[in-house]
């Protein structure tokens, strides 16, 4: 059993429509971190969270502790955001890594 | 800043041979962290370091694997000897602190092992 599942594994849609990545976890965290990683193999750390909700430009995250669940969105989603999104929680010194999502945003 | 440089970008080698991958953390971060990923297993956590100390190892898959961080700017990771299975890309990220909150990427060393 994986301690991190994400969904949907895949997902294609058009531009400017906003996205929903889901992450749900069954440890307890110390943080939870959404990694974005580029068709040519390059990892980004796009937000660390331990609570509530971040934002940055049309990214979107939030968490719900008590239920052990995180989404990722995107608001008017455009074909550079095409890639794979990791979730990953930490607890202490221990990673998890769900297998990420593969987002395809068509023109 | 130049970023978390890691090399080679890409290696080719024998099975039974030694590889060696490098990396260069971005300067003062305290943490340094391998990563491998593969298809079948995704991102794995292999080893990470704390001013230059190790501070868990569980990641790393046998005996083969080793890792050193002789000072601040330069980490190596070691496979030796080399099996197809070890095929992956490899990862090296910094962070100013020893819990990644605020972690950075390397491009990665893709490794090939025939």
């Known amino acids: 059993k994986n301690e991190v599942e994400q969904s949907p594994q895949n997902l294609t849609a058009q531009e400017g429509e906003f996205i929903t990545i889901n992450c749900s976890y069954s440890?307890?965290?110390?943080?939870l971190h959404w990694l974005q990683q580029h068709p040519g193999g390059g990892i980004v750390s796009l937000f660390m969270?331990?609570?509530g909700k971040k934002k940055h430009g049309r990214l979107i995250a939030t968490i719900n502790i008590q239920e052990k669940h995180s989404s990722l969105h995107i608001t008017a989603s455009h074909p550079r955001d095409s890639a794979v999104y990791i979730c990953a929680v930490r607890l202490h010194n221990q990673f998890y890594f769900g297998t990420g999502t593969s987002l395809t945003v068509i023109p | 800043d130049a970023g978390v440089i890691q090399s080679p970008r890409h290696e080719v080698t024998e099975m039974g041979q030694e590889v060696t991958l490098r990396c260069k953390p971005i300067?003062?971060?305290?943490?340094l962290f391998w990563y491998r990923q593969t298809m079948m297993r995704g991102l794995e956590l292999l080893i990470y370091?704390?001013?230059?100390?190790?501070?868990?190892d569980s990641g790393m898959p046998e005996d083969r694997f080793s890792a050193k961080m002789p000072n601040a700017s330069f980490s190596t990771l070691k496979i030796q000897p080399s099996e197809p299975r070890d095929s992956a890309v490899y990862f090296c990220a910094s962070s100013k602190d020893r819990f990644g909150n605020t972690i950075y990427f390397g491009e990665g060393s893709w490794l090939t092992v025939v």
């Open positions: 370091f704390n001013n230059n100390v190790p501070i868990d």
């Open positions: 969270l331990s609570s």
């Open positions: 300067s003062g971060h305290n943490s």
């Open positions: 440890v307890g965290i110390s943080a």
